[in-house]
């Protein structure tokens, strides 16, 4: 590889190195809305096809596209500190977000929250209901 397109690359990683975690983020949401749709399409009984696997693909391409124009015009295109990346990625992050809580409703067979404090309480009154048993009496 020429020196001038290892220098190119390692400028490209620098000027979007602080984007990273960002980036991560938004991957980690969706991998998460990827395996929460595959566990759901199981429960539903529907088949899992190399298109829905590839939508997630595009989906991730797209996100992360957004995520650095969303860094890039934040850094060098607004003349004020506005949080262009964080808007733009909130708003991807709340899109998988619910869309992993409607995949969890669709697991759970209901709302997904509801499932969860009825097992927790549940789970509360078997341990109240465990008789305790009392500390051994000391001698006079």
Do not use: C
Request: aromatic fraction near 4%.
């Amino acid at each position: 590889m020429p020196s001038s397109l290892k220098v190119l690359i390692l400028a490209i990683i620098a000027v979007f190195a602080p984007a990273g975690p960002v980036l991560a983020t938004v991957m980690v949401l969706t991998l998460l809305d990827l395996a929460a749709g595959i566990a759901a399409a199981k429960k539903q009984g529907h088949p899992i096809t190399s298109t829905g696997l590839k939508r997630t693909v595009v989906k991730v391409m797209v996100y992360e596209i957004a995520t650095l124009a969303a860094f890039l015009v934040q850094q060098y295109l607004t003349p004020i500190e506005l949080p262009i990346m964080k808007m733009v990625t909130g708003l991807i992050g709340m899109t998988e977000l619910k869309s992993v809580l409607e995949n969890l409703d669709i697991i759970a067979g209901g709302s997904f929250f509801s499932s969860l404090v009825s097992h927790l309480s549940q789970g509360d009154k078997d341990a109240q209901e465990t008789p305790q048993k009392e500390p051994p009496k000391e001698a006079p």
